[in-house]
């Protein structure tokens, strides 16, 4: 779990602002639902076979013996708020939400055991336009943030039903060469098969390249879902990849499912994931509601941004003031600035002596520096020193500071 220290948040801040605006530009509504939750909801949603419930969950027992968990990821959490506060009476109910998520995985680059993500959630509608729609706002966030090269890769589940056919064509397959599966294979073959696709394991590459495809026993609809979504897909002119053995880490999903990818990350590419998870409300006790969403990964997106936008991270003023009344006086002439200009003004706290507080003013990065001693307060005048060029110091009455600022900043 990582700090993430002031040099970064600026940056972090930027990418999330600008992902907030692209979000609500497609109409999409923020909703906020706690970071812990019955460690039940995750169970029933994620499934107990997956690696995230199995073994990665931050899990703890509470003083009133109930066991809740840090979220390990929002759809579980997000279904739970929009059934329990009966969201559901519109019927295309378009969120998004923010925030960090806890996994105990194995730390390494772009894996942390606290990452943050930004989700997106639709309710109540079949898609395949709304399948598109998302997959047009996050290419949108990619091409805003000007992320290049990244891969759009395509796969379909098909329904449940089609899903547990294959699933055994797959066990029968992989059971046949139960000889080339690792211990972690052996172990998904009984109860997470898909995963097996999954497998990054160079060895088990052509036992895998070779294994019965999902494409091969979909369903007519799921199928016309597809070929409707890659017809969207390629008008609005989104290049993709159909990979029929991307599966995805959750029990939840059906029909559509994405990742965007890049090989400039290193082994943990993937930047974003998504797809439909039809069935999940009414398994919680909603009514059939059609669903679909996404998640992104800030780490490894912030990563590949590298530097953004951002407006300079010093001040604008840094305020001097020595003496008990320059204090008084300069808490007032720093209140009134921040009133009436835009600008960043840090006010000296702290004392000591003119010298010293003009260290600080330029290792702060300011632009220029106010300076208000006992003689200034007096006359009540106040001196402007800039600190990033060759400029003169001049002296100001204090009803004159605003212009004075305004023609300094060039506001
Ligand atoms: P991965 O295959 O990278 O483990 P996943 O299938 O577990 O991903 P999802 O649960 O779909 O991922 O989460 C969506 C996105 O969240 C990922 O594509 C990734 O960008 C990010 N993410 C997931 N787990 C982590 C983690 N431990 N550290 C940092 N980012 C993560
Ligand atoms: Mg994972």
């Known amino acids: ?37 019955k460690t039940e909801l995750f169970k029933r949603s994620i499934g107990e076979a997956t690696d995230i419930v199995s073994k990665e969950m931050y899990s703890f027992t509470d003083q009133g013996d109930d066991s809740l968990t840090l979220r390990p990821e929002g759809t579980a959490g997000c279904v739970r708020a929009v059934l329990q506060n009966s969201l559901l009476q519109q019927n295309a109910l378009r969120l998004w939400y923010m925030g960090p998520m806890f996994r105990r995985e194995q730390p390494q ?30 290419a949108r966030i990619w091409r805003d943030l000007g992320v290049p090269g990244l891969v759009l890769q395509l ?9 547990q056919n294959y699933r055994r064509v797959l066990v029968d397959y992989f059971t046949a060469n139960q000889d080339q599966l690792d211990a972690d294979s052996r172990n998904r073959l009984q109860n997470n098969p898909l995963r097996i696709l999954d497998s990054k394991n160079p060895a088990m590459q052509e036992l895998i390249g070779n294994a019965p495809v999902m494409t091969d026993h979909l369903d007519p609809e799921s199928s016309a879902h597809f070929s409707a979504l890659q017809a969207l897909l390629t008008g609005a002119d989104i290049k993709f990849v159909v990979n029929p053995r991307l599966v995805r880490g959750l029990d939840y999903y059906n029909k559509t499912v994405f990742e965007w990818s890049t090989d400039r990350l290193g082994a943990q590419g993937t930047i974003c994931a998504g797809g439909r998870y039809d069935g999940l409300v009414e398994h ?43 204090v008084a006086a300069g808490i007032s002439l720093a209140e009134r600035i921040r009133d009436q200009l835009p600008v960043r003004v840090v006010l000296h706290c702290g004392g000591g002596s003119f010298k010293s507080q ?22 009540e005048m106040i001196a402007i020193k800039p600190l990033r060029q060759d400029a003169p110091q001049v002296e100001v009455g204090w009803d004159g500071l605003i212009p004075a600022l305004q023609l300094a900043l060039g506001l």
Do not use: C
């Not at 801040?13 to 600008?18: D, G, I, P, S």
């Not at 796969?155 to 899903?163: E, F, I, K």
């Open 109 to 138: 680059k772009g894996r942390t055991r606290q990452f943050h993500q930004v989700g997106v959630e639709v309710f109540g509608l079949e898609g395949p336009d709304i399948d598109a729609e998302i997959i047009l706002l996050s």
């Open 284 to 326: 919680f006790g909603g009514k059939p509601t059609p669903a679909i969403g996404f998640a992104l990964g800030l780490e490894r997106l912030v990563e590949l941004v590298g530097v953004v936008a951002t407006h300079a991270d010093g001040p604008d003023v840094y305020f001097i003031v020595a003496g008990e009344h320059a």
């Open 358 to 379: 003009f260290k600080k003013a330029d290792k702060s990065g300011a632009r220029l520096a106010l300076i208000l001693g006992e003689a200034e307060v007096k006359q």
């Open 155 to 163: 796969n379909t589940l098909g329904t449940s039903v089609a899903r």
């Open 1 to 37: 779990m990582h700090d993430i220290l002031t040099d970064d948040t600026s940056r972090w801040r930027a990418v999330e602002n600008r992902i907030i605006h692209i979000l609500e530009r497609y109409g999409y509504r923020e909703i906020r639902f706690p970071v812990v939750e």
